[in-house]
């Protein structure tokens, strides 16, 4: 099994930057396809953005793109998304998860998930 803890949400305001952090322990996250996914009150869980094992290929929402940016260190077991230009319609609880089969952006097809870490953006 693979444990994910997601950090570095925040507040901040229209334009701001953050980057989270997805520190994965029971297993290497080498195995997996990784993604970010985001939920905002009252509407379904949404795809942010992908990456594959080697950090060699990744996807993101149009809605994101050019904004964001996914990456991985295998080393560290960890994921990250840098997040710039940041809108109000971004407020959301961002959530990292692990993909065994992948790439897929369904949430779905994940296996393992965080706990999500809130992001707030202020206009």
């Known amino acids: 099994q693979v444990q994910l803890v997601e950090s570095g949400g925040g507040s901040v305001q229209a334009g701001g930057s953050l980057r989270l952090s997805c520190a994965a322990s029971g297993r290497t996250i080498s195995s997996y396809f990784m993604g970010w996914f985001r939920q905002a009150p009252g509407k379904e869980r949404e795809f942010v953005a992908r990456?594959?094992?080697?950090?060699?290929?990744?996807a993101y929402a149009d809605s994101v793109k050019g904004r964001f940016t996914i990456s991985r260190d295998n080393a560290k077991n960890t994921v990250y998304l840098q997040m710039n230009s940041l809108k109000p319609e971004d407020t959301a609880v961002y959530y990292c998860a692990a993909d065994a089969l992948g790439p897929s952006s369904s949430f779905k097809s994940y296996d393992y998930w965080g706990q999500g870490t809130q992001v707030t953006v202020s206009s």
């Open positions: 990456i594959n094992k080697s950090g060699g290929n990744t």
